[in-house]
């Protein structure tokens, strides 16, 4: 027989209520109140207890914590449960609610078990009411319901999707934005109607994009003599009361309206320090503020669509009830690792190991592949260049579509283009397809390439710095008198030397010619000092050819329907002069496409910002000087853009230079040109074969696929051709360079982004001999000219045969050493290391934007003395009611 609640149950203790009781009585104890449960059967008695958090044995009595019955018991000794399971003949057991401490009765078998008074069932009546009012009010609400600190922080606070702008570092101090400390910081939203108005206490400004250059104070950023000057303050540094009154900023994502003046946070020559000219106040960029390379000791979020609507009512509330004790807030988490440290640029960041060098990954291709085993002398090489990243104030949302991206669309779709084309093996010059990253961060890219190609590394194998389309002279011998075993000889030679001449090795030169051709070489070896004078050098400049293609995503006329394009040339003219005849050519040959192209503006001081600067830099450095085959090296390039004397992007380097900003149509036309002029070029002297070149046509829903996959989140990388290659991290394309993680020499990248990775798998395919190969792979080929395409993919990796390479691409003044980064002195064969900020990107935790409701100063003051006064009064009526009762008890 089972007692409870006075209720005596002949049962089996299965179904008895004790079960749900004892789950109760846990509820009970997490909610303040102490439970016990009293049992007896056949002269045992079981107690359980909650005492602290002890746990109590004595002889004949068993006391356990309900909630820790299972872990606090000693081994072997039964629960309460289980000794209540293994009773043969219960006969009574009794459940009482005692509150704060513990008390104990004994009970005589039969005894008429009850409450220990009316007040306790009421108590428990009322308690069963309250649970079932919880339950019935956990399943009314679903999943909304407060069951951890997560949800109550849900429920108190609402996250902001945003785009945040960072804290970068360079050798000479920071730019971009930060918590000014350690911690969050929280703070009233305002809106900002006027530029000059003023701010009453700290707040989170909100304000439109088109105020943001007016309210920021602007830097010019040039070199001089190694350090940045600053000109044109706007109002933050003017005012410094005004400046330490913004606690963050808030900016609207609405459409920007002044589309016809432009918004562009770069400088207006962006990367001047590395023009291979003296001309740096030339005005590239008209739009360019400079805001994006400024210094803020405050959070900047740009906010999504989505969150503006949100962000602006909390606005309007703050601003309509400006006396209640409602403030809506914004918090801004923007703590930034270099802040904690104290580190203030890049070399000392990284010596705290506080930041990270920004870089990536670029990659080039040949086509047809270059067999890097074969004895036969290597072809000349023509180089097509293009750039895959952008910035942007706000580091997320760095999309460049007209700025980097159309250039690099046109890029892959003109190798799309020529690798339907039979007789490339046949032509005079190799085509090498280039995709640099960083160049938006001091030419990263490029500048590492050339690096990597003068010291002859694995990423460049199968390239040479004296292939990249060099045309060497000949060697006249004139009328040399020798003598042969004793027989007098004269003659003249004309021999033209390959690229491996050099005078010491005329011997190797002449050896394959005639029996006096290799007398004169026996006699050079022996005495090349005195023979040299009779020596006549024809030897034309060592040049390197390059077509980088910029911009070109607004060189359609929409009332023309013609494209457009300007062709900025720079080194050698010679050279350039034949390729501008290849781009006309090209252009004729492209008929009823009405694609055209021009020279750019005789006045313009050079070529604009290009990667090409970082090769004519790379020239003038070494101008004077000759090369270890006695040859002078020049640089031939030609940039193409869509713009003869400044950008007509607008929105240079800013988030707003998406895929609204370009023309499809504009980038196939400048593929078709391309593709082309490439044919031309590399038929060398041979007749061009009209057949071949008029069979090039690009393919313009290539273009357009690419534009959705490269520039948007719909499709995004998540698009059929992305994905034929790789499994995207992200499904948002974002093309600012990062931060470099892998190994300097490794030509497997573990960190390479998504996008480089894709232009790897997209060239290694188009560019092999055997398209659609069924020879499968995870990784790596057997043979060393196969690489390994769509390897991240289930089961689709399939070995070709290709030359596609990942090339390490951040900054020459920096070296890995014991798995740490250091800053090292400027090399002489470096030109453009004196001006090389070196940029690197902070650490931080997190990053977050949210916004909630919080009570103001003077209304919590308010609850303060009004809880204090309750208190005291609450304290002065229990001693005056304690003092009565004890009073009239002691009359009763």
Same mark, same amino acid.
């Given at each position: 027989m089972l007692f409870v609640d006075g209720t005596c149950f002949e049962k089996d203790i299965t179904s008895c209520p004790l079960r749900p009781l004892l789950h109760l009585l846990s509820i009970t104890s997490?909610?303040?109140?102490?439970?016990?449960?009293?049992?007896?059967?056949?002269?045992?008695?079981?107690?359980?207890?909650?005492e602290g958090c002890s746990t109590t044995y004595s002889d004949g009595n068993v006391f356990v914590d309900p909630q820790l019955v299972r872990a606090d018991r000693p081994p072997g000794t039964p629960t309460f449960l289980d000794r209540l399971m293994s009773v043969g003949n219960p006969t009574c057991c009794r459940v009482i609610f005692t509150p704060l401490r513990v008390r104990s009765w004994p009970i005589s078998q039969g005894s008429s078990a009850g409450l220990e008074c009316p007040t306790m069932a009421l108590k428990l009546l009322l308690f069963f009411a309250l649970s079932i009012l919880f339950v019935t009010r956990r399943s009314i609400a679903g999943p909304d319901t407060l069951e951890s600190v997560p949800d109550l922080q849900r429920i108190m606070y609402q996250n902001i999707k945003s785009y945040p702008c960072v804290r970068l570092l360079n050798l000479y101090g920071e730019i971009g934005c930060s918590n000014p400390g350690l911690r969050k910081v929280v703070a009233p939203i305002v809106r900002l109607n006027h530029s000059d108005e003023d701010l009453s206490y700290p707040s989170a400004i909100l304000l439109p994009l088109e105020k943001l250059e007016s309210l920021f104070q602007r830097f010019r950023m040039d070199f001089i003599n190694g350090a940045f000057f600053i000109e044109s303050p706007y109002r933050v540094s003017k005012d410094v009361d005004f400046a330490h009154k913004i606690a963050g900023v808030l900016v609207e994502s609405d459409e920007y309206p002044s589309k016809s003046t432009g918004f562009s946070p770069a400088e207006k020559f962006p990367q001047a320090a590395f023009a291979p000219y003296k001309n740096h106040s030339y005005e590239w960029n008209a739009d360019g503020s400079g805001i994006m390379l400024n210094h803020y000791n405050f959070p900047v979020f740009l906010l999504s669509p989505q969150a503006n609507s949100i962000v602006q009512e909390l606005a309007d509330k703050n601003a309509e009830e400006p006396d209640l004790y409602k403030v809506h807030v914004a918090e801004f988490d923007l703590v930034m690792q270099t802040t904690k440290a104290h580190t203030q640029d890049s070399e000392s960041c990284l010596k705290e190991q506080s930041c990270l060098p920004l870089g990536g990954f670029s990659v080039w291709s040949s086509l047809p592949p270059i067999n890097v085993s074969s004895k036969e002398p290597p072809k000349p090489i023509i180089m097509v260049v293009a750039s895959q990243d952008s910035a942007s104030l706000f580091r997320d949302l760095s999309l460049g579509a007209e700025s980097s991206i159309s250039g690099l669309i046109a890029l892959l779709t003109a190798v799309d283009?020529?690798?339907?084309?039979?007789? =490339?093996?046949?032509? @005079?010059?190799?085509?090498?397809?280039?995709?640099? #990253?960083?160049?938006?961060?001091?030419? =990263?890219?490029?500048? @590492?390439?050339?690096?990597?190609?003068?010291?002859? #590394?694995?990423a460049v194998n199968g390239l040479d710095s004296t292939m990249i389309d060099q045309e060497f002279g000949n060697v006249s011998l004139y009328h040399v008198f020798f003598n042969i075993g004793g027989e007098s000889q004269s003659g003249n030679i004309t021999y033209h030397c390959p690229a491996d001449f050099h005078v010491n090795l005329c011997f190797q030169c002449f050896e394959n010619q005639s029996r006096l051709a290799r007398a004169v070489g026996k006699i050079l070896n022996f005495t090349s000092i005195a023979i040299f004078s009779y020596f006549s050098f024809s030897m034309e400049l060592a040049s390197y050819l390059v077509l980088e293609i910029g911009s070109v995503g607004k060189g359609l006329d929409q009332g023309t329907s013609a494209a457009t394009f300007y062709a900025h040339a720079g080194g050698n003219s010679s050279v350039t002069k034949d390729m501008l005849e290849a781009l006309q050519s090209a252009s004729d040959s492209l008929g009823t496409d009405n694609v055209k192209i021009k020279m750019a503006d005789a006045s313009n001081p050079g070529i604009p910002p290009s990667s090409l600067m970082a090769f004519l830099r790379k020239e003038i450095s070494s101008i004077s000087e000759m090369d270890v085959y006695g040859r002078k090296n020049t640089t031939a390039g030609i940039v193409l853009e869509d713009f003869g004397s400044s950008f007509s992007n607008k929105f240079y380097h800013s988030h707003l230079d998406n895929p609204s900003n370009i023309n499809a149509t504009s980038i196939a036309a400048a593929a078709a040109l391309v593709a082309r002029s490439l044919y031309i070029l590399a038929s060398g002297d041979m007749q061009v074969k009209l057949m071949s070149l008029n069979s090039i046509k690009v393919n313009v829903s290539l273009v357009e696929e690419l534009v959705g996959c490269l520039l948007s989140c719909e499709p995004g990388l998540s698009c059929g051709i992305v994905k034929n290659f790789i499994s995207p991290s992200n499904n948002c394309p974002n093309h600012y360079v990062g931060v470099f993680l892998d190994s300097p020499d490794t030509q497997y990248p573990e960190y390479a982004d998504d996008v480089s990775r894709f232009v790897w798998n997209f060239l290694a395919n188009k560019?092999?001999?055997?398209?659609?190969?069924?020879?499968?792979?995870?990784?790596?080929?057997?043979?060393?000219?196969?690489?390994?395409?769509?390897?991240?993919?289930?089961g689709n990796g399939r070995c070709v045969v290709s030359t596609t390479r990942y090339v390490p691409a951040y900054s020459t003044r920096l070296e890995l050493k014991y798995n740490a980064w250091h800053v090292i002195h400027v090399n002489s064969s470096d030109p453009m290391g004196s001006v090389d900020p070196v940029w690197t990107e902070s650490f931080w935790n997190t990053i977050g934007l949210r916004v909630d409701t919080v009570q103001s100063s003077t209304y919590d003051w308010l609850i303060l003395t009004a809880g204090v006064g309750i208190t005291v009064a609450s304290y002065i009526a229990t001693i005056m009611t304690k003092a009565f009762l004890a009073k009239t008890v002691k009359n009763d």
């Amino acid at each position: 027989m089972l007692f409870v609640d006075g209720t005596c149950f002949e049962k089996d203790i299965t179904s008895c209520p004790l079960r749900p009781l004892l789950h109760l009585l846990s509820i009970t104890s997490l909610n303040g109140r102490d439970a016990w449960t009293h049992c007896r059967s056949e002269g045992d008695m079981y107690w359980t207890e909650r005492e602290g958090c002890s746990t109590t044995y004595s002889d004949g009595n068993v006391f356990v914590d309900p909630q820790l019955v299972r872990a606090d018991r000693p081994p072997g000794t039964p629960t309460f449960l289980d000794r209540l399971m293994s009773v043969g003949n219960p006969t009574c057991c009794r459940v009482i609610f005692t509150p704060l401490r513990v008390r104990s009765w004994p009970i005589s078998q039969g005894s008429s078990a009850g409450l220990e008074c009316p007040t306790m069932a009421l108590k428990l009546l009322l308690f069963f009411a309250l649970s079932i009012l919880f339950v019935t009010r956990r399943s009314i609400a679903g999943p909304d319901t407060l069951e951890s600190v997560p949800d109550l922080q849900r429920i108190m606070y609402q996250n902001i999707k945003s785009y945040p702008c960072v804290r970068l570092l360079n050798l000479y101090g920071e730019i971009g934005c930060s918590n000014p400390g350690l911690r969050k910081v929280v703070a009233p939203i305002v809106r900002l109607n006027h530029s000059d108005e003023d701010l009453s206490y700290p707040s989170a400004i909100l304000l439109p994009l088109e105020k943001l250059e007016s309210l920021f104070q602007r830097f010019r950023m040039d070199f001089i003599n190694g350090a940045f000057f600053i000109e044109s303050p706007y109002r933050v540094s003017k005012d410094v009361d005004f400046a330490h009154k913004i606690a963050g900023v808030l900016v609207e994502s609405d459409e920007y309206p002044s589309k016809s003046t432009g918004f562009s946070p770069a400088e207006k020559f962006p990367q001047a320090a590395f023009a291979p000219y003296k001309n740096h106040s030339y005005e590239w960029n008209a739009d360019g503020s400079g805001i994006m390379l400024n210094h803020y000791n405050f959070p900047v979020f740009l906010l999504s669509p989505q969150a503006n609507s949100i962000v602006q009512e909390l606005a309007d509330k703050n601003a309509e009830e400006p006396d209640l004790y409602k403030v809506h807030v914004a918090e801004f988490d923007l703590v930034m690792q270099t802040t904690k440290a104290h580190t203030q640029d890049s070399e000392s960041c990284l010596k705290e190991q506080s930041c990270l060098p920004l870089g990536g990954f670029s990659v080039w291709s040949s086509l047809p592949p270059i067999n890097v085993s074969s004895k036969e002398p290597p072809k000349p090489i023509i180089m097509v260049v293009a750039s895959q990243d952008s910035a942007s104030l706000f580091r997320d949302l760095s999309l460049g579509a007209e700025s980097s991206i159309s250039g690099l669309i046109a890029l892959l779709t003109a190798v799309d283009a020529l690798s339907y084309v039979n007789d =490339l093996t046949e032509l @005079k010059k190799q085509l090498v397809f280039m995709v640099f #990253t960083g160049e938006a961060w001091g030419y =990263l890219g490029s500048r @590492k390439f050339l690096q990597e190609l003068d010291m002859g #590394t694995a990423a460049v194998n199968g390239l040479d710095s004296t292939m990249i389309d060099q045309e060497f002279g000949n060697v006249s011998l004139y009328h040399v008198f020798f003598n042969i075993g004793g027989e007098s000889q004269s003659g003249n030679i004309t021999y033209h030397c390959p690229a491996d001449f050099h005078v010491n090795l005329c011997f190797q030169c002449f050896e394959n010619q005639s029996r006096l051709a290799r007398a004169v070489g026996k006699i050079l070896n022996f005495t090349s000092i005195a023979i040299f004078s009779y020596f006549s050098f024809s030897m034309e400049l060592a040049s390197y050819l390059v077509l980088e293609i910029g911009s070109v995503g607004k060189g359609l006329d929409q009332g023309t329907s013609a494209a457009t394009f300007y062709a900025h040339a720079g080194g050698n003219s010679s050279v350039t002069k034949d390729m501008l005849e290849a781009l006309q050519s090209a252009s004729d040959s492209l008929g009823t496409d009405n694609v055209k192209i021009k020279m750019a503006d005789a006045s313009n001081p050079g070529i604009p910002p290009s990667s090409l600067m970082a090769f004519l830099r790379k020239e003038i450095s070494s101008i004077s000087e000759m090369d270890v085959y006695g040859r002078k090296n020049t640089t031939a390039g030609i940039v193409l853009e869509d713009f003869g004397s400044s950008f007509s992007n607008k929105f240079y380097h800013s988030h707003l230079d998406n895929p609204s900003n370009i023309n499809a149509t504009s980038i196939a036309a400048a593929a078709a040109l391309v593709a082309r002029s490439l044919y031309i070029l590399a038929s060398g002297d041979m007749q061009v074969k009209l057949m071949s070149l008029n069979s090039i046509k690009v393919n313009v829903s290539l273009v357009e696929e690419l534009v959705g996959c490269l520039l948007s989140c719909e499709p995004g990388l998540s698009c059929g051709i992305v994905k034929n290659f790789i499994s995207p991290s992200n499904n948002c394309p974002n093309h600012y360079v990062g931060v470099f993680l892998d190994s300097p020499d490794t030509q497997y990248p573990e960190y390479a982004d998504d996008v480089s990775r894709f232009v790897w798998n997209f060239l290694a395919n188009k560019t092999s001999l055997v398209k659609d190969s069924t020879n499968s792979c995870t990784g790596k080929c057997d043979s060393v000219d196969e690489v390994c395409v769509g390897a991240e993919t289930d089961g689709n990796g399939r070995c070709v045969v290709s030359t596609t390479r990942y090339v390490p691409a951040y900054s020459t003044r920096l070296e890995l050493k014991y798995n740490a980064w250091h800053v090292i002195h400027v090399n002489s064969s470096d030109p453009m290391g004196s001006v090389d900020p070196v940029w690197t990107e902070s650490f931080w935790n997190t990053i977050g934007l949210r916004v909630d409701t919080v009570q103001s100063s003077t209304y919590d003051w308010l609850i303060l003395t009004a809880g204090v006064g309750i208190t005291v009064a609450s304290y002065i009526a229990t001693i005056m009611t304690k003092a009565f009762l004890a009073k009239t008890v002691k009359n009763d």
